[in-house]
């Protein structure tokens, strides 16, 4: 199954909004798999990215997440619509979820510090409040095994995972 826009919708994805225009109280509190893509109408984003000389995102542990271009370069994913591909589970306390991931996720690229250090490729786009966030809500049970194979549809589509994918998900026990 090719990953892009279209199947995304067609196996269930919703909110489908540039990130400039996201309402978090949109996105369900459920655990899920989201993804981050591309905006449909033609720009920038969809050509040869621009990347920026610095990232906008937090500093994670005393580290700066700013590549060198060459870097993000190797990294681009030619033709793809999805840039990242993520998930949210529940969290400890069973608090999180997929409004709270992605509102983290987006505090992230605006200079917060992280708790994390995923998808931060995307904070080093030129114009990354285009690009567009949609989700999916899971069991609890099934978010590894969703990314898990999302990941792999995506790199036997396209050879390697998406832009801002720097680790492979995996079952454990594969």
């Not at 709270?100 to 250090?117: L, T, Y």
Request: charged share 25%; aromatic share 10%.
């Amino acid at each position: 199954m090719p990953i892009n826009r279209q199947s995304l919708k067609q196996d269930g994805f919703t909110g489908f909004r540039p990130l400039a225009e996201l309402d978090i109280n949109r996105i369900p509190q459920k655990p899920g798999i989201f993804a981050v893509l591309r905006p449909e109408s033609p720009g920038p984003l969809n050509l040869r990215p621009h990347f920026l000389a610095k990232s906008t995102a937090g500093v994670f542990k005393k580290k700066d997440p700013t590549l060198k271009a060459d870097v993000l370069d190797d990294e681009w994913v030619d033709g793809a619509d999805v840039v990242y591909l993520g998930k949210a589970g529940p969290g400890s306390k069973g608090n999180r979820g997929l409004r709270r991931q992605i509102q983290e996720f987006v505090d992230f690229g605006a200079g917060k510090p992280p708790g994390h250090w995923d998808g931060r490729l995307v904070w080093q786009l030129a114009g990354a409040k285009k690009l567009v966030i949609a989700w999916k809500e899971l069991p609890v049970d099934q978010l590894t095994l969703a990314e898990a194979g999302y990941h792999a549809a995506f790199v036997e589509e396209y050879g390697r995972l998406p832009f801002a994918n720097l680790v492979q998900a995996r079952v454990k026990g594969n």
